[in-house]
């Protein structure tokens, strides 16, 4: 199988499926790993749903530095040209929402990773979408602390918000709750960095958003502060 998808990049997507039902040695699922975590950057945004779900659900343990290093450096949202790219943006933010759920190693790895990195340029829109995936009920407080360090040290700020955000309205959907919830938590923390980033987000949300029953939804939340 590996041979093949050496000489048919085209076959991974079914490679993959047939690996995640298949008992293969630790050094193969190794190399299946490296080699599928090479083909984000390049991949279909049709592909990436199934990519993830293989990256995030079926490799192991000693492999979580490896795939959030190269997640941060390659995941890239498709455009909003038409309803596949759309539809193949949420399944991916989807298939990372429930990784990170069934893998807390994987969250633990990503939190680690970017509390130790403290050159803004080091981040980027995939370090916010990687967080917005994390942020569900078992790692909020997690998240929110990460979040808040970076605020107070300048590493992610309302520009990385902007660029997160703006023009993806479509893609990101799925994740506009996740970013009210951190939204909100950032608007009570103590800091005044916190604020303004917790700030930036609703007001990136609502300028995106232009849909009714979402502005409704950031106004309503934002009244809770008042």
Do not use: M
């Not at 041979?3 to 993959?16: A, G, R, V, Y």
């Not at 950057?41 to 990519?51: F, K, V, Y």
């Not at 370090?127 to 929110?144: F, G, P």
């Amino acid at each position: 199988l590996l041979d093949l998808k050496e000489n048919s990049p085209t076959l991974l997507l079914p490679i993959l499926d047939a690996v995640s039902s298949l008992r293969i040695s630790s050094e193969s699922l190794r190399s299946v790993t490296e080699q599928t975590l090479s083909a984000i950057e390049a991949a279909e945004p049709s592909a990436l749903p199934a990519i993830i779900r293989f990256l995030l659900q079926r490799t192991q343990p000693e492999s979580a530095t490896k795939i959030i290093k190269e997640l941060r450096l390659r995941l890239k949202l498709p455009d909003a040209t038409d309803s596949d790219n759309i539809t193949a943006a949420t399944l991916t933010l989807e298939a990372l929402v429930s990784g990170f759920l069934y893998r807390s190693d994987l969250t633990q790895e990503l939190s680690k990773i970017l509390s130790e990195s403290y050159d803004v340029s080091d981040h980027g829109a995939a370090d916010i979408w990687l967080l917005l995936c994390c942020n569900h009920q078992h790692n909020k407080k997690s998240v929110v602390s990460v979040v808040r360090k970076k605020a107070v040290n300048g590493t992610l700020s309302r520009v990385l918000v902007e660029d997160a955000i703006k023009g993806y309205a479509k893609q990101i959907e799925t994740l506009c709750p996740s970013a009210l919830s951190l939204a909100d938590a950032l608007l009570r923390a103590t800091e005044h960095a916190s604020r303004v980033l917790g700030g930036a987000f609703y007001i990136e949300l609502f300028n995106e958003f232009t849909d009714l029953t979402r502005r409704q939804d950031v106004i309503a939340q934002l009244t809770t502060h008042v």
